[in-house]
């Protein structure tokens, strides 16, 4: 790393040693710089000499083990060589003497008169000449060569020459406390913090990288989190692989988080991960096949002799090798014996091996369940050991359907509420070699699917539909066709929460034809075109309508799965309010609250499906889980709350899910709203980048509103306006009406922005017959906005902004604003407000000059964003703190996930706000506290360090 720039969050490092290099006279001292491999020592040591050099010191670079010679030869030797380039006229002497004194001494005197010499001359030249010392790679000199050295340093210390010594901690048989004790002061380097290990990223890709990235990574490593060479070593190994996708300027995964994985080069293996000497072949071939163990089930040391030859000297030899596996903390023992690795990326590196072993480890996964299955019996042995999940399914073929199953189901039943996912995998493992037609497979459908949904589990039931339509063929009894219904019911729930559509293109037929056998199952599939969440069907399945399907309701709204009364109320949601009372009044009393109604409306605006779904079920419904539907869910909250640089990162990691898999699997709602926040923003390239990946079969007017918006920036306006009419009667033809208030408020704005009266008032006649159809609370508040923008209402303006505040929508809030401006006698407070607000997310140049513009028509001054005594802004605390700590422009743009240009504004401006003329002024007046009177600076954040 230290090819490309400074290092990275070693500054004060950095700093100390440059101090140690540069001391004269009696302040010389020696300094022991020490750290595991690829924590930075050498490119710490390297950029503190180019700070020395700079300031016109010289530095002698000891290299003295790759000569024949060792000992106190050798490095005289090398001291020698170096003398020679730092002061030529003194040589001769010098190298006479150190001459003289080799011939003199004889014997065991020897060594100590030369080195006794070899101290005086260097004292001698510092006199005339000062240097510095430097030896990089202790722990590789030959041991008389390092012997010498430390005997020179403490006995014969040379005055007025500082030492800098780097290299690996030693143990005592390597000369470790020789080595501290010729030392005055041990730096030892920490682990690099997650702000720094992300600035590395950055450094090395040349943009900003995803949080949840980087997180990622250390996690996958483990003790070696702070590693340098190791997280650039996983970082190149996804790289390499094509698994990082860069969006909107930022690297995150292209898809689920891959399997992250240390270089697969052996001497860099060796060298990063044990900590003493290299492992030879035999220790990476036995870490190898643990590993390809380990990574399959868990495993216990007694497991892994087992795949092992049985002789004494094969047996004596692998022990050793587990022994120092475990001794080195390469492999890691739990209370119960089951071993991992310390650091899984390494586990991963190694199965990708071939060390001459056999790679297939299925008849040793084989062979340790069915010693247990002969001692105890298929039943008792699931029951009584669960994990023996994971080893039947690495056994694969290798294990009898007649010992597996039983062992499967028995070991699921068991750990299902301990280990949940795992029962998961013994149930679907299970289901794979069952026959439909055995007695067990409907009722192993029915606890799983319970199972997945009792825990969100979305994906673990959406696998369920093979087996599922293998069955619906087969079922004969009524109880049969009553879990299965149910399970088709968990299933078309979990494909709406995957965004996955049996409607979709590439959707198969097998998948229709559940929802035919299944009228329950299709009432729940209808909902996801209409929340934005799948295509509009180009045929309707018969009785897939929820308005009027009469389909049985097998739990009658007690359980976790919606009812048919409330899917109908869910699908009512999108339409007119006449059918979302009849579908509410269809409820029992009081089942879902007035609040609760207004909150299933406005999801229904966005497509929020989750949303609306914890609306209607409450505490009835178990959650999202990880699905796009609770990715898109907590992007709509960021959206409305105005943090849309977390909207944004929602979007990322949900368009990488859906790149993973198939195009049904992206969530087209998410790519809209990524659209729409960078329209405001004015970065119309990013915006069509987004929008055009939504396919035109997907007609929410959430999509529609987007649409109008990025047109009327890059295209015809006239054009734009007409295309949004005709968006606006599709989506009425199709019975979607929640979120058309935002279309046409969006319309009324582009029409007053080209002064086209006659198409806003047009406009405000729509949304008033909207708020007639619905009487939904966004369409109320679109209303009022429209009625204060054409007939400048301030009265309708005021109301409509305090229910956009109560509700929570930044956006629409700021255009409420933007119109009290324009209608009321307070321009000035208003127009301070949208600045204030407006710089918070970001608005683009566009507004900001329509901003400018009614501020020049009312006569009124711009306010600035932020004023001097305003409260401080946690992006300004993070600022002082990071200048308070040394950090360049280049990190602190790393950490705040921005360009360098930007952080070099935020400091100007905040050197101006505080009247500091430098970074060291702020610096100490952050540190003293001397800045809480120019706001609420928090207390806490001060004189920290």
Not at 251 to 261: I, M, N, S, V, Y
Not at 281 to 295: D, K, S
Not at 782 to 788: N, P
Not at 899 to 909: A, C, F, H, I, P
Request: glycine content about 10%; proline content about 5%; some cysteine.
């Amino acid at each position: 790393m230290h090819d490309h720039g400074p290092v990275i969050g070693r500054d004060d490092e950095v700093r100390d040693v440059a101090r140690t290099l540069c001391s004269t006279g009696a302040s010389a001292r020696t300094l022991l710089i020490t750290g595991a491999a690829g924590t930075g020592k050498t490119a710490l040591l390297e950029q503190a000499q180019r700070a020395a050099i700079a300031q016109g010191f010289r530095i002698l670079s000891l290299a003295c083990g790759d000569g024949g010679t060792v000992g106190g030869s050798a490095l005289a030797d090398a001291l020698l060589g170096g003398l020679r380039r730092i002061h030529p006229g003194r040589l001769p002497a010098v190298g006479a003497e150190a001459q003289r004194a080799r011939q003199r001494s004889a014997g065991g005197d020897a060594e100590l008169a030369l080195l006794s010499t070899l101290g005086r001359l260097l004292t001698d030249v510092a006199r005339h000449r000062p240097f510095a010392l430097v030896a990089d790679g202790i722990e590789r000199l030959p041991r008389p060569t390092a012997s010498a050295l430390w005997v020179l340093l403490r006995m014969f210390r040379p005055l007025g020459v500082p030492v800098v010594l780097a290299g690996r901690p030693m143990s005592t048989r390597d000369g470790g406390e020789a080595v501290s004790a010729a030392a005055d002061r041990v730096l030892r380097l920490r682990p690099l913090t997650p702000a720094d290990i992300e600035a590395l990223a950055v450094r090395r890709f040349g943009c900003n990288v995803e949080p949840a990235l980087v997180s990622t990574v250390l996690s996958a490593l483990g003790p070696l989190a702070g590693n340098p060479r190791a997280v650039l070593s996983v970082l190149d190994s996804l790289s390499e692989r094509d698994e990082l996708l860069e969006l909107d300027g930022h690297l995150g995964f292209a898809g689920p988080e891959p399997d992250l994985r240390l270089t697969t080069d052996l001497a860099e293996l060796g060298d990063l991960c044990w900590p003493t000497t290299p492992p030879d072949a035999l220790t990476f071939e036995v870490a190898a096949g643990l590993a390809r163990i380990a990574v399959r089930a868990d495993v216990r040391l007694d497991d892994w002799f087992r795949l092992m030859p049985h002789t004494a000297a094969a047996d004596s030899a692998i022990e050793r090798t587990l022994d120092r596996l475990v001794r080195e903390r390469v492999v890691t023992l739990g209370r119960d014996g089951r071993t991992s690795f310390a650091v899984p990326a390494l586990a991963a590196s190694l199965c990708t091996l071939f060390l001459g072993t056999d790679n297939d480890k299925s008849p040793f996964h084989a062979r340790i369940t069915t010693t247990v299955i002969d001692r105890l019996g298929a039943g008792k042995t699931g029951a009584g050991h669960p994990r023996l999940i994971d080893h039947v399914a690495a056994a694969g073929s290798r294990l009898d359907d007649s010992l597996a199953v039983p062992v499967l189901l028995a070991a699921a039943r068991r750990g299902a509420g301990a280990d949940w996912s795992r029962s998961v995998r013994g149930y679907a493992l299970a289901l794979r070699r069952l026959a439909p037609d055995d007695p067990r497979t409907v009722g192993t459908l029915r606890r799983s699917a319970e199972l997945s949904l009792r825990h969100a589990d979305h994906s673990g039931a959406l696998a369920l539909g093979a087996p599922l339509r293998a069955c619906l063929k087969t079922a004969s009894t009524e109880e049969d066709r009553t879990d299965l219904e149910f399970v088709a019911r968990v299933w078309a729930l979990a494909a709406l929460h995957e965004h996955r559509s049996p409607y979709a293109d590439d959707a198969g037929p097998d998948d229709l034809e559940i929802l035919r056998q299944v009228p329950a199952a299709a009432e729940l599939a209808s909902l996801g075109p209409l929340f934005g969440a799948a295509p509009l069907p180009q045929e309707p399945l018969p009785g897939t309508d929820p308005m009027v399907s009469g389909a049985a309701d097998p739990v009658s709204g007690s359980g976790p799965l919606p009812s048919s009364a409330e899917v109908r109320l869910l699908a009512a949601a999108v339409g007119d309010d006449v059918g979302f009372h009849r579908a509410s009044r269809a409820l029992p009393q009081g089942c879902v609250s007035t609040e609760a109604l207004d909150r299933l409306r406005n999801a229904a605006a966005y497509g929020d499906l989750a949303g609306a779904l914890a609306a209607v079920l409450g505490s009835r419904y178990t959650g999202a889980g990880n699905s796009p539907a609770a990715g898109y869910q907590a992007m709509v909250r960021h959206y409305l709350a105005g943090d849309w640089d977390a909207a944004l990162a929602s979007a990322r990691r949900l368009e990488a899910h859906g790149r993973s898999g198939s195009p049904a699997g992206a969530v087209q709602a998410a790519r809209a709203l990524a659209s729409e926040i960078h329209c405001i923003r004015g970065q119309t390239q990013r915006a069509t980048a987004w929008l055009e990946r939504v396919p035109g079969t997907f007609a929410h007017p959430h999509f529609a509103s987007v649409r109008l918006k990025l047109r009327f920036l890059t295209g015809s306006k006239e054009q734009a306006l007409e295309q949004a009419w005709q968006e606006v009667r599709r989506a009425g033809l199709n019975g979607l009406s929640a979120g058309i208030e935002r279309v046409l408020v969006r319309i009324l704005m582009s029409a007053m922005s080209r002064n086209l009266p006659g198409i806003a008032r047009e406009s405000l006649d729509e949304l008033e017959k909207l708020h007639g159809r619905m009487a939904s609370p966004m369409a109320y508040e679109a209303v009022l906005l429209a009625r204060g923008i054409v007939y400048a209402d301030a009265d309708s303006a005021l109301e409509a902004r305090r229910l956009v505040d109560a509700r929570g929508d930044v956006y629409l809030g700021l255009l409420c604003v933007m119109s009290l401006a324009n209608v009321t006698d307070e321009p000035a407070r208003w127009l301070t407000e949208f600045t204030r607000k407006g710089h918070i997310v970001g608005v683009g140049p566009a507004i900001r000059a329509a901003v400018a513009n009614t501020a020049k028509k009312k006569n009124v001054s711009l306010p600035k964003p932020r004023t001097a005594k305003a409260a401080w802004h946690e992006t300004d605390v993070r600022l002082a703190d990071m200048v308070s700590q040394g950090a360049t422009n280049r990190q602190m743009a790393a950490r705040l996930n921005c360009s360098v240009k930007t952080v070099e504004q935020r400091l100007t401006r905040l050197f101006q706000r505080t009247g500091c003329r430098s970074r060291s002024e702020l610096a100490a007046s952050w540190l003293n506290g001397n800045l809480a009177g120019l706001g609420s600076v928090p207390a806490a954040r001060q004189g920290a360090r």
